[in-house]
């Protein structure tokens, strides 16, 4: 073969790798502006106005739907892998929905049933490293002035990432403009056009990979995000507060919701979800619970897997749980570092998996919402949902969860509660260098928090999951149930009061606390340095060389991450709650209940009877009567038993609301034992199947009180019918109307009526 014919065939083979190798996407970046123009007035592809005439200008367009429309036939532009950059300068708001522009198509966007006028997915990028961009103006600056989309007329969603992977959403607040509750105490109208200015959704998504949300502010909606089977997805400094019926809802479908891959939230606030928001001032109200109608957890899944990995994250005052990964399959495991979850309605978090959480602050005041102006009827709100557990932990067998260096508190019913099945004895919840901190039960009032329960299969203890040890050691426990012994085999525990800064009250009832550590506190130096383990605290305060137990170490305070970030020094005086501030009245006045150093103030004189918890009282009821659980000192008072008011109360076996006894509660409220039912008292007892006051057989129920089958025997002349009679009046006698075999008489015989032949005519 000659050189030249070598070549000619060498080159198509190169060629043909030349074409196998990845080209670099020819993207187009499109620009949306308030003064920009329709994409028959502007390309789009330039950020400047319209200039007021002409078509195809260089300029941009006026609305996200020119470049990503409703579905249907409202033409769109934008492709995989594009960009998109929306102004969102001087407070600019883009309204979505039906009305929008780009919106005509009238099968998609009608008046009647506009939910399905919403954005269509946004299509994929080519590959991770060529996503395609929704982008605020200044994304990449701070993300001062987010652009606002806010739903109108009730669409589904605002932002679509069904089916789309490769793909940044950033410097974006969702929204609606209405204080509306979607099936919630103040409803949204959903009945009759124009429904007005309220969306469903803040993002929807399914099926979508490799996505990254970053500074998104969602809020007001019914949900923040109803997203599922997504993988490898991250979420950077984004917020979502305050919608009506759920924070995250993972449930896209029973048992086909789950998740995969690494699935990453760093500086993420999920807060009060479960309210409704008012709108324009954007204020938690109405905050319902699931006893309501509600649901309202932070974040919750259907049936899922993944690594979920959650690092300075604050997921509080929700009205259900906080974190709920309950459902969490096993496939994968939860990491949950320098995160605070508190105030949730129901238990703090749930996990379900091989599980870490270290240098973290769960804060069990479950009945957060009791007090609250915010709450809508505190009387049937459901504080402290399934007992209020701070922590509760799933097992199956082999399985691992380790606590380290966090500090914990509760008001549920026990601290840390484990459950599950198929446990082999290998599992193991381990604690090292914790402070946990019992309270009074919220919901009984007067017993304290356990610290641990392995509730097992059903709840009982029973099942091989109902033994999982607890293996703590360097840590500091106080005022649980049963302190004195609950150090016991643990050789480097305390079980002593840990001194933490405060004020630690009877309930936990505020907004945050200061669990730092008292000069003197006995969680200082005494914990073990674990290897491989950051020395960075809660604050990202450096440790040292010498451990303290708990989550903040002695003297901490926030650290400025490099780069910035939300983990900035709080700036009392500013109007916002920045960790470890008590309080932030907006100025820095003394003696008015928070101080020029953000530290909440108390009282000097406590003043019993105005309804307000002061100094040292144990109570304050808004009064000074005595015998209503409050003195007139107030000093809590031991509850006192009222038999027969129907609530089973200290010293009563039973209370079944009256104070007749055989009926098995005696008039003092102690069970009695079963009596020997009564076959004929027309009252069905133990034993007894039925009891129709007779000791008949053959009429349904027997005369030993047991349900008779269906008979076909009858008797005529009782005076009842019964199978094949057709009367029955008492009698044998025949000639009025019913004869003697309960048959119908007639008293003469029918009239016959003539036959009239018809005539019939031949042709």
């Known amino acids: ?72 036939n409202n033409p769109t532009k934008f492709v995989g ?117 309220w969306a469903v959704t803040g993002i929807s998504a399914s099926d979508s990979s490799n996505v990254l949300l970053k500074n998104l502010n969602i809020h007001g909606l019914y949900r923040g995000l109803h997203a599922g089977r997504l993988k490898d997805w991250t979420l950077e400094d984004v917020k979502i507060v305050a919608n009506s019926f759920v924070g995250w809802d993972g449930d896209i479908g029973a048992y086909n919701s789950s998740n995969s891959g690494t699935l990453s939230f760093n500086r993420v606030k999920i807060l009060y979800n479960g309210c409704g928001e008012t709108y324009p001032d954007r204020k938690p109200y109405n905050c319902y619970s699931q006893d309501q109608g509600g649901y309202g957890d932070g974040l919750g899944t259907h049936q899922t897997g993944g690594y979920w990995i959650f690092n300075n994250v604050d997921f509080s005052h ?3 749980d906080g974190l709920d990964l309950l459902y969490h399959n096993g496939n994968g495991s939860i990491t949950i570092k320098r995160s605070r979850f508190e105030g949730n309605a129901g238990n703090q978090v749930k996990v379900n998996a091989n599980t870490l959480i270290e240098n973290s602050l769960l804060v069990g005041n479950c009945g957060y919402f009791k007090t609250q102006p915010f709450t809508y009827n505190p009387s049937t709100f459901n504080n402290c949902r399934a007992a209020g557990s701070t922590l509760a932990a799933g097992f199956a067998a082999g399985r691992t969860i380790e606590i380290r260096n966090s500090t914990i508190t509760s008001n549920g019913d026990v601290v840390i509660m484990s459950s599950g099945d198929g446990c082999n004895g290998t599992e193991v919840l381990r604690s090292r260098n914790n402070i946990f901190l019992g309270g009074t039960e919220f919901n009984d009032g007067y017993d304290l928090s356990a610290l641990y ?81 950051s020395s960075l605290d809660y604050n990202s305060f450096d440790r040292g060389s010498v451990w303290d137990s708990g989550a903040f170490e002695y003297g901490s305070v926030p650290s400025v991450p490099s780069g910035g970030g939300s983990n900035l020094l709080p700036v009392c005086g500013n109007g916002k709650l920045e960790s470890p501030e008590q309080c932030d009245d907006g100025n820095l006045n003394n003696g ?85 039912p009564v076959c004929g008292n027309r009252v069905v007892e133990p034993g007894e199947t039925c009891d129709d006051g007779n000791t008949i057989d053959e009429d349904g129920c027997s005369s030993r009180c047991q349900i008779e089958p269906p008979t076909t025997k009858f008797v005529c002349g009782n005076g009842k019918r019964e ?3 057709q009367c029955d009046d008492g009698n044998l006698r025949d000639g009025d109307g019913c004869s003697h075999s309960c048959t119908i008489e007639y008293k003469s015989p029918p009239r016959k009526q003539p036959v009239i032949k018809k005539r019939v005519i031949r042709r």
């Open 81 to 197: 892998g594009d960009t998109l950059i929306i102004d969102g300068s001087n407070g600019a708001q883009y309204m979505m929905g039906y009305g929008a522009p780009n919106s005509g198509d009238t099968s998609i966007c009608y008046a009647n049933w506009p939910w399905d006028c919403f954005m269509r997915p946004i299509p994929s990028g080519p590959r991770p490293d060529q996503p395609t961009r929704i982008l605020g103006k200044g994304w990449n600056n701070g993300c001062a002035n987010p652009p606002q989309l806010w739903g109108n007329e009730r669409p589904n969603t605002i932002i679509n990432l069904n089916g789309s992977s490769n793909v940044e959403v950033q410097c974006l607040e969702v929204t609606d403009h209405s204080s509306c509750q979607l099936g919630g105490p103040s409803p949204c109208n959903r009945d009759n056009p124009p429904f007005g200015p």
């Open 318 to 320: 929700n009205v259900s």
């Open 453 to 533: 329960y392995a509730s097992g299969r059903t709840g009982n203890g029973d099942g091989t999951c109902g033994s999982v040890p607890f293996d703590d050691d360097y840590s500091v426990i106080w005022n649980t149930k049963g302190n004195s012994a609950v150090c016991s085999g643990k050789p480097h525990s305390k079980c002593l009061d840990p001194k933490l800064i405060g004020p630690i009250v009877q309930y936990f009832t505020g907004d945050t606390y200061n669990l730092n550590l008292l000069s003197d506190s006995p969680a200082k130096d005494i914990a073990l340095v674990i290897a491989g383990m």
């Open 1 to 72: 073969m000659s050189a030249n014919e070598l070549s000619k065939r060498v080159l198509p083979l190169g060629l043909m790798f030349l074409f196998m190798m990845p080209l670099a996407l020819q993207a187009s970046t499109y620009y949306v502006r308030p003064d920009g123009g329709s994409a028959s007035q502007c390309t789009g592809l330039s950020d400047a106005p319209y200039p007021g005439s002409g078509n195809n200008q260089a300029c941009a367009f006026n609305h996200p739907y020119w470049a990503l429309a409703p579905l249907g």
């Open 592 to 676: 008015d209940g928070c101080n020029n150093l953000c530290v909440k103030e108390i009282a000097l004189t406590p003043v019993c009877g105005n309804g307000k918890l002061e100094g040292t009282e144990q109570c304050d009821d808004g009064n000074l009567n005595n015998g209503d659980g409050c003195s007139s000192v107030c000093v809590k008072e031991a509850p006192v038993s009222v038999c027969g008011n129907g609530k089973l109360e200290s010293g009563e076996q039973c209370d079944d609301g009256n104070l007749v006894s055989e009926d098995g509660c005696s008039a003092s409220c102690q069970k009695e034992p079963p009596r020997t």
């Open 723 to 725: 199978g094949s009679e």
